[in-house]
């Protein structure tokens, strides 16, 4: 779920009680409530939300059940937002290390450990019994997996200890288009496949662009990131193994009569211009720019190739 992300989380201004007007104005241990937004991830949360209803408007073709939809993006809303929470709290340690990260309410001491252990589980908790009990259980099943693999397999285990920690992560960031088409269709068939392997192709590199340019904040970190322990040529050689075979994936689709040819030909001209990109890096004379364009062009493609889908869905 953290894969298709914004990089940039900051603490927010806070506001203060009466009993804490006597305190500084940019005291960091003055809780608001936009400091539980934050450590929701909302970046995330929305480029994620995109996908499940992505996924719920394939499944649906017109058909709409409203409140239906609700319940899916209320449901995977709260699901996601507490795999980012837990994932706030277990990577506590090492975001204080990173400046990227180091302003985030936990490193900072905004907010208290235990607070957001709880504030996550809460979250989970919520998002897996309305799933349970207002869509569907498969649906539900699903955000179980996804938040497990995302907490647990990924944050807790990998992240810290494997070179392969971002192609397991990229399993449980699949999983949210997955639930928006299982809502509607109660099962797992060639369209929930197909919207799976978008996503997973797509998250490497889209986070080794993030990790190549992030490239020293990571290793003092200590993350086993790609490009810290293979270095950026061979992190470049592996975001084409991804970016090209994302191409005839995404056209899928049209091919199993998901979309139409507005989609088909997004599909491939924003699949060809991503893999372009990526292969430009091996002649980059700046790494660190190349990377951050590769980044930035990930998340529009992302974004803009969802919305031509469920626009051409529309209009069949």
């Avoid at 290793?219 to 992190?235: F, M």
Wanted: glycine share 8%; net charge positive; with cysteine.
């Amino acid at each position: 779920m953290e894969q298709a992300a914004g990089e940039k989380e900051t603490a927010y201004g806070l506001e203060k009680t009466t009993a804490q007007s006597a305190l500084p104005a940019n005291d960091p241990h003055v809780v608001s409530w936009r400091d539980f937004i934050q450590v929701t991830k909302p970046g995330i949360l929305f480029s994620n939300l995109i996908t499940t209803f992505g996924g719920f408007w394939i499944a649906s073709q017109w058909e709409i059940d409203w409140l239906l939809m609700v319940w899916i993006l209320a449901g995977a809303t709260l699901v996601m937002a507490s795999g980012c929470v837990l994932n706030n709290y277990l990577d506590r340690d090492l975001d204080a290390k990173m400046k990227r990260t180091q302003n985030r309410a936990l490193p900072s001491g905004t907010l208290t450990p235990r607070v957001v252990m709880i504030y996550g589980v809460f979250l989970g908790i919520a998002g897996l019994l309305l799933l349970g009990l207002l869509v569907n259980m498969l649906t539900a099943l699903l955000g179980l997996l996804g938040l497990f693999v995302y907490v647990y397999v990924y944050t807790a285990w990998l992240k810290r200890t494997s070179v392969w920690s971002t192609v397991v992560g990229a399993v449980s960031g699949a999983i949210p288009p997955v639930m928006g088409y299982t809502a509607v269709t109660g099962r797992i068939d060639i369209g929930a496949l197909i919207l799976f392997m978008i996503l997973f192709l797509w998250q490497p590199p889209h986070f080794w662009a993030l990790g190549i340019r992030r490239l020293e904040d990571y290793r003092k970190a200590g993350y086993p990131l790609l490009p810290v322990v293979k270095g950026i040529r061979q992190t470049q050689i592996s975001m084409l193994r991804y970016a090209v075979p994302l191409i005839p994936v995404s056209v899928l689709l049209y091919v199993f009569d998901y979309a139409g040819v507005f989609y088909l030909i997004s599909a491939i001209v924003l699949g060809t211009v991503w893999a372009f990109l990526c292969a430009r890096g091996f002649r980059a004379k700046d790494e660190i720019r190349w990377s951050k364009g590769v980044f930035v062009f990930s998340i529009n493609y992302l974004t803009i190739l969802f919305i031509i889908m469920i626009i051409d869905t529309v209009g069949r």
